[in-house]
RNA sequence: GGCAUCGUGGCCGAGUGGCUAGGCACAGCUCUGCAAAAGCUUGUACAGCGGUUCGAAUCCGCUCGAUGCCUCCA
């Protein structure tokens, strides 16, 4: 009996704008796609929030028994530069700039992804395909679009026909627009522009004499368009209809809604059950993106070099900080919010500790069974990480109050309390105990425990100076002392 | 210009017809040698104006404001 049968987990597609019941094709196991960054530079707050959301997605999923294979790409060759006729490859762009070769940038950027998504704690996807690895599963699939007369060649490229895709099937079901709109809207047109309408899109991009990326293909040297790696790469791995796909807001229009015409064009089916959007992460009220400047690199957080924040955040208060809002609201970031989370964050690790050691009762003040119950319902109902960290804090509070004496638990709820706390706290949520009282050497901890000796002796001898000597340097240093009724225990910070 | 989304107490952020989310900050109290930590208590917020309703932050309309997409973007 898996957890899953017994949850009714709902989401919010948004295909439908609905909120439905989470049913996967096959039961027990569950496909997730979810697009992934372009490594062509650093990845910034704004991605990691996308991919932070999703990760926590997959870690409920198996949390409740799916068996999840969670595919998210690298996309590594592909992205048009803009889109004109000298579109060009953004990898490749930047590999001119930096008088590199294009794959050495992919493996830098590739890297810093990785290394940046492990110190929030993502866990590693199942599958981690890269477009340039998948070149031939995409010629296929132009093969087949074209076949099926949803494309045309011109010179070398191969375009999407959206116009005639339309008249069988529902361009802009995903994002709410009609073809219509879109041609009466269409603002200047580009010149000598190739395609036959503005909303055509590229399938496969004749490649330029010095252009660095490219690939034989029956249309000759070229590479492939923006939006057909994710079709080729989640029907290779999950099949022509899989569960969720998902990916940033940003990405809802035109690349979301270009992977449903290729998968309909091609596969004569909609590819995804429940379509799932990560809202953006704002910088001072507006979009945190690249190509604007207004970024922050999680780097710079760590280390505090940024002219935004007041001192550096370690990785798993930022996290904690993204998981207080909901994955689909939009979440602003200052420095007042990071520090009030870091607050928070230090007060429910510290009440884990705490949990550790408490001691026992013959009865229970606090209802673990219905508390547990709660957690259960605010992430069924569409991860709603906020609340359930609303009931973790309630639960802070039984613990101590527990350890004032002010209640008791039993064994048996203390066991289960701390079971489930921590399943929530550190397999959903993914967040980590940096609370340093738990994981500081033995060496530190010694010698604040022999502070903490003398400060006593010295308060007892009513020796003030020499007693907040010790705890106001201390202090100083991060190390803070913390007076109770069972001793004195203490917290860096 | 078109299409969306959103506007909640000092800050962040849930909630979507009646029943107090939560975190941080602030104040008072308990505890303490004094603090800190911890606990308790208090805050009656929902952009504005109308409408629907016995009842609206929650539904409808308008106004104002913000943001996103429409072009690569998580």
Same mark, same amino acid.
């Given at each position: ?8 987990? %709902? ?83 930047? @590999? ?34 890269? @477009? ?10 132009? #093969? ?39 041609? &009466? ?9 190739? #395609? ?8 496969? %991009? ?104 007041? %001192? ?61 119950? #709660? ?19 309630? @639960? ?40 340093? &009282? ?19 002796? @010295? ?35």
């Amino acid at each position: 009996m898996q957890l899953y049968q017994e949850q009714t987990l %709902k989401l919010y597609n948004t295909l439908t704008n609905k909120k439905e019941v989470f049913k996967p094709i096959n039961e027990g196991h569950v496909g997730m796609y979810v697009c992934g960054p372009t490594v062509y530079s650093n990845v910034h707050l704004g991605n990691c929030r996308t991919f932070m959301s999703f990760d926590m997605i997959f870690r409920y999923l198996k949390h409740v028994g799916y068996k999840v294979r969670f595919v998210r790409n690298i996309t590594d060759a592909g992205h048009l530069e803009n889109d004109a006729d000298e579109g060009e490859d953004k990898i490749a762009k930047k @590999a001119r700039l930096e008088q590199i070769e294009p794959m050495e940038v992919v493996q830098r950027y590739t890297v810093d992804f990785h290394n940046t998504l492990q110190k929030f704690n993502l866990l590693p996807p199942s599958i981690e395909p890269t @477009a340039t690895g998948h070149i031939i599963e995409q010629i296929e699939i132009i #093969k087949d679009i074209l076949e099926k007369g949803y494309a045309y060649e011109i010179n070398g490229s191969v375009y999407f026909d959206v116009v005639k895709f339309n008249e069988t099937n529902e361009y802009g079901k995903l994002s709410g627009r009609k073809l219509e709109d879109m041609i &009466s809207n269409t603002r200047e047109l580009t010149a000598q522009d190739e #395609k036959r309408n503005p909303q055509d899109f590229a399938l496969w %991009k004749k490649a330029e004499p010095q252009h660095i990326m490219r690939w034989p293909s029956p249309w000759g040297d070229g590479f492939p368009g923006w939006h057909l790696e994710c079709t080729a790469m989640s029907t290779k791995y999950l099949g022509e209809k899989f569960d969720i796909h998902g990916g940033g807001m940003d990405l809802k229009f035109p690349h979301h809604e270009c992977e449903i015409a290729q998968a309909e064009a091609s596969n004569g089916q909609s590819p995804v059950n429940y379509w799932m959007h990560a809202n953006m992460l704002t910088l001072n009220g507006k979009k945190m993106a690249k190509s604007t400047g207004n970024n922050l690199l999680p780097n710079e957080i760590f280390s505090g070099e940024n002219d935004i924040l007041s %001192k550096p955040f370690v990785a798993s208060v930022v996290r904690f900080f993204m998981m207080q809002a909901h994955y689909a609201s939009i979440l602003d970031l200052s420095n007042d919010a990071l520090l009030a989370s870091e607050k928070g964050y230090y007060k429910l690790m510290d009440s884990l500790s705490t949990l550790e050691n408490l001691e026992t009762g013959p009865t229970s003040d606090f209802d673990v069974e219905t508390w547990k119950n #709660k957690c259960y319902s605010a992430m069924n109902d569409d991860f709603n990480t906020p609340i359930l960290i609303a009931q973790l804090f309630d @639960a802070v509070k039984h613990i101590n109050l527990i350890k004032e004496g002010k209640e008791t638990i039993t064994d048996g709820d203390k066991a289960k309390l701390e079971e489930y706390i921590n399943a929530f706290v550190f397999d959903v949520l993914g967040l980590e105990n940096t609370s340093a &009282s738990d994981n500081n050497s033995d060496k530190l901890s010694g010698v604040v425990e022999l502070l903490i000796e003398l400060r006593n002796e @010295a308060r007892s001898n009513k020796d003030f100076a020499t007693s907040d000597k010790i705890r106001d340097q201390l202090d100083a240093m991060g190390i803070q002392l913390k007076d109770g009724k069972e001793g004195t225990t203490y917290s860096l910070s």
